[in-house]
Nanobody, 118 residues
Framework: QAQLVESEGGLVQAGGSLRLSCAAS????????MAWYRQAPGKQRELVAT???????NYADSVKGRFTISRDNAKNTVYLQMNSLKPEDTAVYYC????????????WGQGTQVTVSS
């Protein structure tokens, strides 16, 4: 079974940009959808962005227009481009896979810390 490994996050100033990647050890081309979640201290995990196998994407209102999710099936990698970062974007970001339509997100990465300073 494929595993998901996120790239290292980092510390960035408000207004800056950062790109996260999520590499799968196996093929993601058959996965129904891929997603990025995040969890800030003291808060519940929230869905940030999703992309289906057909390329359709959706975003949380809080990141719409600033974040872009994409998937490269040939490289078995999903990306999250984050622009115009705000301190409230500070969180641990998780990559997730929904391997079939009848499943919830059933495969998770280990998480990577993103910190945005004001």
């Amino acid at each position: 079974q494929a595993q998901l490994v996120e790239s290292e996050g980092g510390l960035v100033q408000a207004g800056g940009s950062l790109r996260l990647s999520c590499a799968a050890s196996g093929s993601i081309s058959r996965f129904y959808a891929m997603a990025w979640y995040r969890q800030a201290p003291g808060k519940q995990r929230e869905l940030v962005a999703t992309v289906t196998s057909g390329g359709s994407s959706n975003y949380a209102d809080s990141v719409k227009g600033r974040f872009t999710i994409s998937r490269d099936n040939a490289k078995n990698t999903v990306y999250l481009q984050m622009n115009s970062l705000k301190p409230e974007d500070t969180a641990v970001y998780y990559c997730a896979a929904r391997t079939a339509a009848f499943l919830l997100y059933d495969m998770w990465g280990q998480g990577t810390q993103v910190t945005v300073s004001s």
